[in-house]
């Protein structure tokens, strides 16, 4: 049974950082994108950035471009957002999530994933 546990979200100011986690169990990894996605009151979901397998990054959305990245330890079966700059508008709920991509190093086509966590929520005050 796949599992995508999200952690490391909270209230944060404006101008500060967070780093999320996300645990992912059950499966071998190795042929899927990890991605990154969130989803503010009232908007829809958006994607972020994903990483391969093999360290290829896809960013999706120009808002958290040069203050958002991603990483992974596959070693840990763990892949990271690391969060810098926040800006009240980056409060959401955040989601990890698997994209089977057939290898280590295909990038991922599209944003429909295959396995999603919980989400954990982002707040960011002025």
Do not use: H
Not at 59 to 73: C, E, P, Q
Not at 102 to 115: F, I, K, N, Q, V
């Amino acid at each position: 049974q796949v599992q995508l546990v999200e952690s490391g979200g909270g209230l944060v100011q404006a101008g500060g950082s967070l780093r999320l986690s996300c645990a992912a169990s059950g499966r071998s990894f190795s042929s899927y994108a990890m991605g990154w996605f969130r989803q503010a009151p009232g908007k829809e979901r958006e994607a972020l950035l994903a990483i391969t397998w093999s360290g290829y990054i896809t960013n999706y959305a120009n808002a958290v471009k040069g203050r958002f990245t991603i990483s992974r330890d596959n070693a840990k079966n763990t892949v990271y957002l690391q969060m810098n700059s926040l800006e009240p508008e980056d409060t959401a709920v955040y989601y990890c999530a698997a994209k089977f991509t057939g290898s280590m190093r295909a990038r991922p086509e599209g944003t429909r994933y295959d396995y999603w966590g919980q989400g954990t929520q982002v707040t960011v005050s002025s």
